[in-house]
């Protein structure tokens, strides 16, 4: 098996099994955060349309941080990304959506976008209100689904970002680190 895709196994099963002390370690080892304001990098004022060479756009547009990723002491799925409330949340890639709901219990207003392109599902959590698209639209890079909130299991504004490898978010995919794709896109914003 991959050596990635086995640390990614890990603080998957770490976090589902309560043994989140393993986490930080295992999160550590792939390269992971080490919980909020651990990563001086600070985000421009980028208007979210620069893309990367695989067509990716920085999900937010205008001023952001990088907060907590993957691992980060508790079983943490994806990177956090800091920003104002009602900053603008866009389509980091194109895709169709495959699910639009609210769970008050962690993710809050949250969309799922299924990429052909790229055969990720993007996750977008903590929307300060449901997403208008619904299960089924298309979307296209850049295209907005909502502002920044901080809804559901959420102690600050900001957008909690995932990434899941084939067949998809809950559906057998494993984690992908979004943050090396963040930070090339957001590099040319």
Known sequence: MHPKRNLRTLVTAAA???LVALAPAIAAADGGSGG?????????????SATSKSGGVFPIKGHH???DGIGAG???QGQDLLAKCGKPVVAAEPGRVRFVDYQASGAGNYIVIKSKQTGFDYVYMHLA???SARRGDTISAGEQLGVVGTTGSSTACHLHFEMWTKPGWYRGGDVENP????KAWDRRG
């Open 65 to 67: 941080t990088y907060g």
């Open 36 to 48: 909020v304001g651990t990563d001086p990098t600070t985000g421009g004022g980028g208007d979210g």
């Open 74 to 76: 508790r079983g943490h």
């Open 129 to 131: 209100k449901k997403a």
């Open 16 to 18: 589902a099994t309560g």
């Open 179 to 182: 943050k090396p794709y963040l």
